[in-house]
């Protein structure tokens, strides 16, 4: 919720390792996928304006090719009954490399910047459509792509959320159909959810009070943390 409402930077990137840490990876990713389109919504709505559909409709059609990569991965892995330790080692990775593009951000290093286009846009469509039908990680890719077009923060917002809702709900066939979300899956969602909207009005309390910085390093370590434990877990199963 904090991280919906705009505050600080990319750190929705914990949540999923966060609840990982606490249920099995398997179970985790079915609970989250209803309680990311819940806090979708709210974002789509406050942010319903602007959208820049010349940059959002590459990045849908590269998404759609991505999930697609995404759905059938998890199939492979759930049919050999690795899909534990698969995502163990995704969620984890990605966690990791994203923490670490970060710290090398903050020290000065320059990102390899995407080709601007329909083609650059189509292409982090997939990566991203990729990660999150696998791990629900698509902010940090489609985060540098949007960030390198220019765009002013009102209409990067709008398109980046209109994009997570669009690929959250384009999943809900393939979790459904490998048994990702159950009902018992969304009864523990429907209880989580109602924290959404505490979050996002904390994340909106706090982008007016208080420093963002100190803040997000803190969380970048947290999901550090959750993300190295997740590597060792996968480590210790084998």
Request: glycine content about 14%; some cysteine; hydrophobic content about 55%.
């Amino acid at each position: 919720g904090i991280a919906k409402a705009g505050f600080g930077g990319g750190i929705g990137v914990i949540a999923v390792p966060l609840v990982a840490n606490a249920l099995p990876a398997e179970r985790a990713i079915g609970v989250m996928l209803p309680i990311l389109i819940f806090a979708d919504l709210f974002s789509v709505y406050s942010h319903r304006r602007g959208v820049s559909w010349i940059h959002l409709r590459p990045l849908l059609i590269g998404a759609c090719l991505g999930i697609a990569l995404g759905s059938w991965v998890l199939w492979t892995f759930q049919e050999t009954g690795q899909l534990t330790g698969m995502l163990n080692i995704s969620v984890g990775l990605i966690c990791l490399i994203f923490v670490g593009l970060q710290v090398y951000r903050w020290l000065g290093g320059r990102v390899p910047r995407i080709p601007p286009g329909p083609g650059g846009g189509a292409a982090s469509g997939f990566f991203a459509g990729t990660a999150s039908a696998v791990a629900h990680s698509a902010g940090p890719v489609v985060s540098i792509y949007l960030l390198e077009q220019r765009l002013d923060k009102s209409r990067l917002v709008a398109t980046m959320v209109l994009f997570f809702l669009v690929v959250n709900c384009l999943k809900l066939p393939t979790y459904f159909g490998l048994g990702l979300i159950t009902q018992q899956t969304l009864l523990e969602s429907a209880q989580f959810a109602m924290l959404v909207p505490v979050g996002i009005m904390m994340g909106l309390w706090m982008h007016k009070r208080l420093a963002e910085g100190p803040f997000t390093l803190i969380m970048y370590l947290g999901a550090a943390l959750a993300g190295g434990r997740m590597l060792y877990l996968a480590w210790a199963d084998l």
